[in-house]
């Protein structure tokens, strides 16, 4: 359900159901958090009404995409534990490809904003990491010229209640003191690196919770089909002992 939330709250942030871009719906990443999300969902729904009418197929096939999910689970945190190095540089990169692209797609436009509005950084290790936008680059003819996005500045409403786009212009310009007061200086990277390394302890706690949520499912799962293989194998000897008796009841009689 958080996923599937998730994905809703992207869709309708971004505006996403407009009339002018339902047509570029299909290739939205937040459509795919949105889906999973409706996956999930149905795979706990299977869940609940496997247990709650004891229906072995339900119960088996829950168990099975489970198990499945743990492993991927695993192997993810496997792959991302030992390529650190190698997955911060990708996260470089995919940085500064995002902010070439920051006006002409507006998917990463969105992710480039929450990142920097969230963390409260411009750029990828500076402000000035702006210049390789071509709009914003300080030869470029617009007004946006040297500047940086209004996601980049420390008071981009300036107590209104629409983003003012004009706020970074020209913080290109700016030397780190005179900055300061318009604009975050620091570079998204930093304040990621930052973010995991104060909240590691919490986010191993959550994927631990999460993963042994999901094995402890799968104990229980094991547990209330074997119960029912059990019920349904002490019926069939009642029923069959049933029946015997019910064959020997006129015999027994007569004797």
Known sequence: MVTLVVGLWGLINKESFAQEKISGI?????????????????????????????????LRNFSAVVLVLVVAQVLAVVVLYSLQGQIEDYLHSGMLAAMVRYQDDLDLRFITDEIQTGL?????????????????????????A?????????????????????CGVGAQKLDEFSAQSVIFLGGCMGSISRW??????????VVI???GVQILTMFITAHLLLKIRWNVFNNRILF???????KCRPKCESI
């Open 120 to 144: 409260q950084c411009c750029g990828a290790d500076t402000y000035r990491d702006w210049g390789i936008n071509v709009y914003f680059n300080c030869s470029a003819p617009g007004v946006q």
């Open 26 to 58: 299909g290739t939205d990443p937040m459509l795919l958090f949105t889906f999973l999300g409706f996956i999930l969902a149905l795979l706990s729904l299977m869940g609940c009404v496997g247990a709650l009418r004891e229906n072995m197929c339900l």
């Open 209 to 211: 919770i999460l993963l």
């Open 146 to 166: 040297c500047g940086v996005p209004p996601s980049c500045c420390i008071d981009p409403l300036e107590n209104g209640t629409v983003w003012n786009s004009q």
């Open 240 to 246: 069959n002992i049933s029946i015997v008796n019910a």
């Open 196 to 205: 995991i390394e104060q909240h590691s302890g919490v986010i191993v706690t």
